[in-house]
């Protein structure tokens, strides 16, 4: 088991910046692939970001792309999403889930997609205001 506990949510104007962390814990030695998700009240939960957590290869939702990045800290086991000019759309409740090997590598891009994470953090709410 892989325990996620994020952290750095909160209230920022429209243009504004935040960065969340994601801190893992537990059996980590089997994370092949970290990410972030995010759900707006109403909508599905929605792929914002990952990355592959040997090689630190990133893939970006194009919503986001430019404005946010994606990065992991080794030694800590702590996933980071910087995000700088918040828009109100990004307003949303965001989590962080990690993958563990099954046989997917990156390159088949399957790591946009949420069934692909073994696990999930309680989430972490963004709100931007306009």
């Known amino acids: 088991q892989v325990q996620l506990v994020e952290s750095g949510g909160g209230l920022v104007q429209a243009g504004g910046s935040l960065r969340l962390s994601c801190a893992a814990s537990g059996r980590t030695s089997s994370t092949y692939a970290m990410g972030w998700f995010r759900q707006a009240p109403g909508k599905e939960r929605d792929f914002v970001t990952a990355l592959s957590w040997i090689s630190a290869n990133a893939l970006y939702a194009d919503s986001v792309k430019g404005r946010f990045t994606i990065s992991r800290n080794t030694s800590n086991f702590t996933l980071y999403l910087q995000m700088n000019s918040l828009k109100p759309e990004d307003t949303a409740v965001y989590y962080c889930?990690?993958?563990?090997?099954?046989?997917?590598?990156?390159?088949?891009?399957?790591?946009?997609?949420?069934?692909?994470?073994?696990?999930w953090g309680q989430g972490t709410q963004v709100t931007v205001s306009s």
């Open positions: 889930a990690a993958a563990s090997w099954v046989g997917v590598t990156w390159v088949s891009g399957e790591y946009v997609k949420s069934s692909r994470y073994h696990y």
